[in-house]
């Protein structure tokens, strides 16, 4: 990364420039980072960046440069699913707790692009390491339900991905809270309409595989938390009987 300064005197170069220009020096530095002997953990972030790009030629360009390095990146990698992480995130996840990870937030970021987000989220759901990083899993997923559809289902479908492969450690820090936040979000709404949208039938089917896990691994689900699965178990039965 550059520095704040160079950083600055970059953007005042830029600022002002033609499309076509800034085309051409962002496809340069992206051909750069390709040819030069970085690791592939280390260029393969900003080519995921560089997908979400609104210039077509420089989206189109990262593409190709993130596929023919798809295969070989190493998901198990601590640091590397870190950096994913930070691509997904607005605010730093609470330190510390099951399968910790250096994830690093810009300071005063206040938004994500929906497209970067959800291509994070799809990599974090390969990866056992980032089902076992409980604090990050849990703020990702948090976040995540308060964006676009389809970002909100990868959220839930991570969700599902903690409940299957995360350590009973993070699962016990998980399922909680996200239980929670699941009847608040869906299961309340859904007793009022027969909606079965993608995202209902997910947190269904995350809420029970959520559920199951917290309790084979020593969690105890609360009363309220059998009424909500009674509930949304009965809207979906509904939603069907009237297709």
């Known amino acids: 990364g550059l520095s704040a300064v160079s950083w600055t005197a970059w953007k005042k170069r830029l600022t002002g420039k033609s499309t076509d220009i800034l ?16 690791h592939e953990h280390d260029v393969y972030i900003p080519f995921l960046i560089g997908t979400c790009d609104a210039l077509t030629d420089v989206s189109t360009l990262s593409e190709g440069l993130l596929r023919q390095r798809d295969p070989i990146v190493d998901l198990t990698n601590k ?3 870190g950096k994913v992480y930070s691509c997904a995130l607005i605010s730093a996840p609470e330190e510390g707790g099951p399968g910790a990870l250096d994830i690093l937030i810009p300071p005063g970021r206040a938004t994500l692009p929906s497209s970067l987000r959800l291509k994070a989220l799809k990599l974090l759901e390969r990866s056992s390491v980032a089902a076992d990083a409980a604090n990050a899993a849990l703020q990702c997923i948090t976040e995540s339900l308060r964006d676009q559809e389809r970002v909100i289902v990868a959220a839930l479908n991570m969700g599902s991905h903690v409940a299957k492969h995360g350590s009973d450690q993070a699962v016990n820090v998980v399922a909680q809270p996200l239980l929670d936040i699941l009847q608040e979000s869906f299961l309340t709404s859904a007793a009022l309409s027969t909606d079965i949208s993608d995202r209902v039938c997910t947190a269904f089917r995350v809420y029970g595989a959520l559920a199951r896990r917290h309790a084979s691994s020593g969690g105890v689900a ?14 979906l039965t509904l939603g069907l009987s009237v297709l």
């Open 23 to 38: 085309v051409q020096f962002k496809r340069k530095l992206l051909k750069l980072l390709a040819l030069l002997k970085f």
């Open 222 to 235: 609360t009363h309220q938390q059998y009424e909500a699965a009674n509930l949304l178990f009965s809207c």
């Open 79 to 81: 640091e590397f699913v």
